[in-house]
């Protein structure tokens, strides 16, 4: 198949034999925020520990600190009653989450900061912990959400699209009557993010200079939070983050913890390392919000639809609303004659929610395509007919054009390797041993986002390229592909580019969320490239002993370490040489990259087609998926192992969202009564089973130069719902409340 879009293909990057952090990750010399010891003395290290309310609601009446103060290796305890008053009041940091930073005694969920204690060593600093004597004025919490869902309100900050959306065509007043519908409520619950690194901070005060290294997907963010909340000039304030063990989302807000680790550093006026334990991922920095979800469809008999409704209820922090878009599938998915969305909130005694994989698009999937399952059922049509007939051309509620669509490609394609045809569409029908064997499908989707990004090339004496850019690599591959990013626009080999990010001296790139790093940081690579092929033009023309010394800058070219005349090139010299004559200074130059009129007049999204296969056993119903096969339309691949690797990691969370991730809110006390990875599950190798994740590899050049949509998000999307509607093909048991345990197909 030719594709037009393919004839205005980037160049292909060169692809490196493994990922640039690689060896530094396997060989430990990776330093995570937490395990630096230096630029000061190690000695000087100490340790805060963040003690945590043990009431959802109320207030601190009184903290006595004798005891705590008293015990081994103690130095201070920061409480709502001692510590310093932030110049500007309760802090807004700019990734908006709410904090706690001890500047009042307001409880508002079990879980959150109320104490710190500072002390020689961790263990020190955990010991001393139970010793505070906290009273407490509770109040009644608002817990159990779905007892309470008349209580939902509209949301006080609506976000990035409109919570409510109505959308008729011409043609849906002519549409006919509907063969079949669907009207039902699916809940997800909510969820925690746990990347293998938790939350830490080591942060130190040169008089009113403020450094840290901290766990975060946004330096920049980070470093405006800390300055805002500390009153300092932005360029009192370096904060630095080489590598990410995951983040997910978690990390891309400035949490209570970086603030305090800072607020101790300047009390106690030594380095400060504050590391979260994993409990204390549950509650204090995000969650992804728990939905009830009313979804109507109607169709026609040919399989048409005539209505889309979903109305989302999800919970909120007393703290402050997280608004995520779980209605954005319903409106992105399927061309329908009607399409209607709202969200409303209800109040919660919890720690304020964030942004979590595919914010979204991970819930509205989850949920809506098993209504689009229900539906394909009732028609007795085929789900991924279904789909086909509903393919929207365009945008279906914007009704703009798609920036590069090819969805259809990718259900043909997922659809042949998986066996698709094999199915049976009766339930309970395909058996093996004693196991019940199901295939489900759903539709995958994420949209295109990319920001402004800049960035930093320079020559160096020993031949070598320096690009640098104040983003991070969260494990996602972002050193690689800015390393070959560069090597591809400069004609070298990767190995012979040195990539530094995650420190905020560098050019600013935006947070590494929302699946736009590579997209926003790599064009901003590229451009720093040609500006330094320019400046290197520049000094060869004014080097009287150059041989292209006073020819035209046009006529330049640089290719693999030689800068020559394009007509001629033969004509040129070694950088190096250039190099050496001028002082051994590396030539240098920033670059730019930004979203340019394509982000208002097209629809920029990724697709994709997640197939399911799942075994369920008769007697114990436990479920367990054998396979997954799914194809994504996510542009230009830009690295096939950390790609195809994102993919699989999103994927198997959606495995996690579908069977097991659920944080239990004890509807008491409202703490997280499964705050650890024994009892908060998620999937191991053994849940699995085999994935086969292929891309269609299609640029999107409209979007940006290298025609790369990010790929961070879309692999979770629709996975739990291929998953669910592979359950419900095996045990003809539809399970509308995630996670699918084995309890609810027993019940059923
Ligand atoms: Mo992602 S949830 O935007 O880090």
Redesign the pocket.
Known sequence: MIDPEQQQAPPALPQPPHRYDGIAKVTGTAKYAAEFREPFPRKDLVYAFIVQSTIPSGSVKAIDTHAAERASGVIAVLTPFNAPKLPIGPPKPPGKRSLSVLQDNEVHYNGQPIAVVIARTHIDAISAAPLLKITYDAQPPKLDFLNRLNEARPPKQPGKEPPHQSVARPDATSAGTPAATIDQTYITPIQVHNPMEPHATLAWWEGEKLTVYDAT?YITGDRMSLAGIFSLPLDNVHVMDPYVGG???CK?SSWSHVALCAMAAKIVQKPVQLALERPQMFGPVGHRPSTVNKIKLAADSDGKLLLVQQDVTMTTSVMEDFLEHSESPARKLYHSAQIHTSTAMVDMNIGVAT?????GESSGTAVFEIAMDELAENLSIDPVQLRLINYAERDPTDDKPWSSKHLRDCYTQAAERFGWSKRNAKPGQMSEGNNLIGYGMATATYPANRSAAQAICRFLPNGRVFVGSGTQDLGTGTYTIMAQTAAEELGLDVNQIDVKLGDSTLPKAPV????QSAASVCPAVQDACKQAKLKAGTAAIADTQSPLHGVLAADLDVHAGRIFLKKDPSKGEDLTELIARNGSKPIEAEGSAEPGEDKTSMTERSFGAVFAEVAVDRDTRMPHVRRIVATYDIGTLMNKQTGINQLQGGIVWGVGFALHEEAYIDPVTGRTANENLADYHVPVNRDIGTLDVTVLDIPDTKFNPLGARGI??IGITGAAAAVANAIYNATGVRVRSYPITPDKLLRA
């Open positions: 997907q983040g997910f989302g891309g942004f979590m994989r595919a914010p590494s969320g929302g699946s961070g998000e």
